[in-house]
């Protein structure tokens, strides 16, 4: 089975017209579960990440198993104000108005080789914050991850246009 069949859509969740892709059924189907964090090891294994950045919430989901089994750091990234340390932040604009993510001061080191992963790639704005949050910190981004795409949005077209290698699990064109 593709990634793509654990993952249910809600129509008009939030708002009317949106076609919600929903990967808690992903995560409640352990063969579902095991394959994605099987593909993404498969993927990045002998890659010598020395962490892996997720985006707060569903992107610790995916990332803290993959850092566990390739025996690599994780980093949270969170929204402003959630971390208890010392941080630094990046502020980035949302489709109506503005936000800012924070990760701690020491959490990435220079010159350290950082996988991105989240569980959704969409217009791609909290991902380009969370990469120059962690360029803040001299590290390189060796690629973003996402279980999911939504290609119609932009995020991947605009990632690699900006200079960086983007890896999906699967897509979801618009409905």
Same mark, same amino acid.
């Given at each position: 089975?593709?990634?793509?069949?654990?993952?249910?859509?809600?129509?008009?969740?939030?708002?009317?017209?949106?076609?919600?892709?929903?990967?808690?059924?992903?995560?409640?189907?352990?063969?579902?579960?095991?394959?994605?964090?099987?593909?993404?090891?498969?993927?990045?294994?002998?890659?010598?990440?020395?962490?892996?950045?997720?985006?707060?919430?569903?992107?610790? =989901?995916?990332?803290?198993? &993959?850092?566990? #089994?390739? @025996?690599?750091?994780?980093?949270? /990234? *969170?929204?402003?104000?959630?971390?208890?340390?010392?941080?630094?932040?990046?502020?980035?604009?949302?489709?109506?108005?503005?936000?800012?993510?924070?990760?701690?001061?020491?959490?990435?080191?220079?010159?350290?080789?950082? =996988?991105?992963?989240?569980? &959704?790639?969409? #217009?791609? @704005?909290?991902?380009?914050?969370? /990469? *120059?949050?962690?360029?803040?910190?001299?590290?390189?981004?060796?690629?973003?991850?996402?279980?999911?795409?939504?290609?119609?949005?932009?995020?991947?077209?605009?990632?690699?246009?900006?200079?960086?290698?983007?890896?999906? =699990?699967?897509?979801?064109?618009?409905?």
């Amino acid at each position: 089975m593709s990634i793509s069949s654990y993952i249910r859509t809600i129509a008009d969740h939030p708002k009317k017209g949106v076609q919600f892709r929903d990967i808690t059924t992903l995560l409640l189907n352990p063969q579902g579960l095991c394959k994605a964090i099987d593909e993404l090891v498969a993927r990045y294994s002998g890659a010598d990440i020395d962490k892996i950045a997720v985006i707060e919430s569903r992107g610790f =989901l995916v990332g803290a198993p &993959l850092a566990y #089994t390739l @025996g690599c750091g994780l980093v949270p /990234i *969170r929204k402003k104000g959630k971390l208890p340390g010392k941080t630094i932040g990046q502020d980035y604009e949302l489709e109506y108005g503005a936000d800012r993510i924070e990760v701690h001061d020491d959490a990435i080191l220079p010159g350290e080789k950082i =996988l991105l992963v989240d569980d &959704l790639l969409a #217009t791609g @704005g909290t991902a380009i914050a969370a /990469i *120059r949050l962690i360029e803040q910190s001299k590290a390189k981004i060796h690629e973003a991850a996402f279980l999911v795409d939504l290609p119609d949005l932009g995020g991947n077209r605009k990632l690699r246009e900006s200079g960086y290698s983007v890896f999906t =699990l699967c897509e979801f064109e618009g409905e």
